[in-house]
């Protein structure tokens, strides 16, 4: 790129691509940008499922004391 030559820079030559082609890249642009938004969604529904699924066994592996009263129960019989 040229520096401190105006004239030099404004006759600087930039190749732009015909109008199909520009449209084209948008088109696969905005495709990519439709299942970018996709997979972030069923990744985050995913994560929070793992979330509950997590909490779930935590909460289940720590209730001592309702696992002690459901044995006891248990054993009455």
Not at 34 to 45: F, P, T, V
Not at 58 to 67: G, I, N, Q, V
Request: overall charge negative; glycine content about 2%.
């Amino acid at each position: 790129m040229p520096r401190g030559d105006k004239k030099a820079i404004m006759d600087f030559y930039i190749p732009v691509p015909p109008i199909e082609v520009q449209e084209e890249i948008v088109r696969v642009l905005d495709s990519f940008a439709e299942l970018e938004a996709e997979l972030e969604a069923e990744l985050e529904a995913e994560l929070e499922a793992r979330k509950r699924q997590y909490a779930y066994y935590r909460d289940r592996l720590l209730t001592f004391e309702e696992r002690e009263r459901e044995s006891k129960v248990g054993h009455v019989r």
